[in-house]
């Protein structure tokens, strides 16, 4: 099977981990676990390298530009089970991508997974390559296990311009599909929404019609995130509207998410939407996904460090 193509390999180094697993700060899970450090990805719109320059944490090189492979991760983990209590949530990919190109040649990620199926503990994976087709066999033990391929827009001509190392969309619809059919419990990860880019009616319209299409839960953070946008971002966002010319019919913030359910609902779309990643006040904004509507509209929001481990 074809995965994906990729223009460019970052810088990797393969690294000895003191901790695999660590306490998340948010309320949409107990533990986070990051298989790699950096991300080949390197999203213009990361939040992580924000995340870090705010914490005072230097990175080894540009975003994108690095990847330390985290060697003993599995030997790790399987250590630090001891702590986890029955019914603790575990969120792997938080700060990285779980399925970046090197997960095809080191499996750490996999390793993980087989950690994990001796345990009953919920397991989310949040990623958007394709290559996580290749575990459907790994995901189908895991007692608890739900993927989240992350979408946050269809038009690749918009992935060329902020994500342009990611798998392009029509590959993350696809391997939707797939885990869907294999029997995999799976949601897409609608975030974020770009400034002047997707926050048009018209753009979402787009987006979820070909979400309605799969017909899986969707995931939503209409949050735009822009004190985490690196300054880069901008810079991409200025080539992208001088080229496509900027978008008059952009919503104010407060519209967006109002926009995206009623949309939801016309189309026949599973939406659950929150307001960001709210820690402050520890509300309930992703605790469970999707169903239930607690921690909706939260706007408290603060910069957790979810880039250890």
Same mark, same amino acid.
């Given at each position: =099977?074809?995965?994906?193509?990729? =223009?460019?390999?970052?810088?990797?180094?393969?690294?000895?981990?003191?901790?695999? &697993?660590? *306490?998340?700060?948010?309320?949409?899970?107990?533990?986070?676990?990051?298989?790699?450090?950096?991300?080949?990805?390197?999203?213009?719109?990361?939040?992580?390298?924000?995340?870090?320059?705010?914490?005072?944490?230097?990175?080894? +090189?540009?975003?994108?530009?690095?990847?330390?492979?985290?060697?003993?991760?599995?030997?790790?983990?399987?250590?630090?089970?001891?702590?986890?209590?029955?019914?603790?949530?575990?969120?792997?990919?938080? +700060?990285?991508?779980?399925?970046?190109?090197?997960?095809?040649? !080191?499996?750490?990620?996999?390793?993980? &997974?087989?950690?994990?199926?001796?345990?009953?503990?919920?397991?989310?994976?949040?990623?958007?390559?394709?290559?996580?087709?290749?575990?459907?066999?790994? &995901?189908?033990?895991?007692?608890?296990?739900?993927?989240?391929?992350?979408?946050?827009?269809?038009?690749?001509?918009?992935?060329?311009?902020?994500?342009?190392?990611?798998? %392009?969309? %029509?590959?993350?619809?696809? /391997?939707?599909?797939? &885990?869907?059919?294999?029997?995999?419990?799976?949601?897409?990860?609608?975030?974020?929404?770009?400034?002047?880019?997707?926050?048009?009616?018209?753009?979402?319209? %787009?987006?979820?019609?070909?979400?309605?299409?799969?017909?899986?839960?969707?995931?939503?953070?209409?949050?735009? !995130?822009?004190?985490?946008?690196?300054?880069?971002?901008?810079?991409?966002?200025?080539?992208?509207? *001088?080229?496509?010319?900027?978008?008059?019919?952009?919503?104010?913030?407060?519209?967006?998410?109002?926009?995206?359910?009623?949309? %939801?609902?016309?189309?026949?779309?599973?939406?659950?939407?929150?307001?960001?990643? /709210?820690?402050?006040? *520890?509300?309930?904004?992703?605790?469970?996904?999707?169903?239930?509507?607690?921690?909706?509209?939260?706007?408290?929001?603060?910069?957790?460090?979810?880039?250890?481990?």
């Amino acid at each position: =099977m074809c995965y994906i193509v990729y =223009m460019r390999s970052p810088a990797l180094k393969v690294i000895r981990c003191g901790t695999i &697993l660590n *306490r998340c700060p948010l309320d949409f899970a107990d533990w986070t676990v990051n298989p790699y450090g950096g991300c080949a990805f390197g999203c213009s719109y990361c939040f992580v390298p924000a995340m870090k320059a705010r914490l005072g944490v230097e990175l080894p +090189a540009s975003w994108g530009e690095y990847v330390e492979v985290k060697g003993n991760a599995a030997e790790t983990l399987r250590r630090q089970m001891r702590a986890v209590k029955p019914g603790e949530r575990i969120a792997m990919g938080t +700060a990285t991508d779980p399925y970046q190109p090197a997960e095809r040649t !080191h499996r750490i990620t996999r390793s993980l &997974l087989e950690q994990l199926c001796f345990y009953d503990n919920p397991v989310s994976i949040t990623t958007r390559s394709p290559l996580v087709l290749r575990d459907v066999d790994v &995901l189908a033990r895991l007692a608890n296990v739900r993927v989240n391929v992350s979408i946050p827009f269809v038009d690749d001509a918009v992935r060329r311009a902020f994500e342009p190392n990611a798998p %392009a969309p %029509a590959g993350r619809l696809e /391997c939707v599909r797939r &885990l869907r059919d294999a029997g995999i419990r799976v949601s897409i990860f609608w975030a974020p929404v770009l400034p002047g880019v997707t926050d048009t009616e018209r753009a979402m319209r %787009a987006i979820l019609t070909e979400f309605a299409k799969i017909g899986v839960p969707v995931l939503a953070m209409p949050l735009r !995130h822009q004190p985490w946008l690196p300054p880069y971002y901008e810079q991409r966002r200025r080539a992208y509207l *001088r080229e496509r010319g900027p978008d008059a019919t952009a919503l104010p913030g407060r519209e967006v998410g109002r926009t995206m359910e009623r949309l %939801a609902s016309e189309l026949g779309v599973a939406l659950e939407v929150s307001e960001g990643l /709210c820690v402050e006040r *520890r509300v309930p904004a992703l605790r469970r996904m999707p169903g239930g509507a607690a921690g909706r509209r939260q706007r408290t929001c603060q910069v957790p460090d979810l880039s250890r481990a």
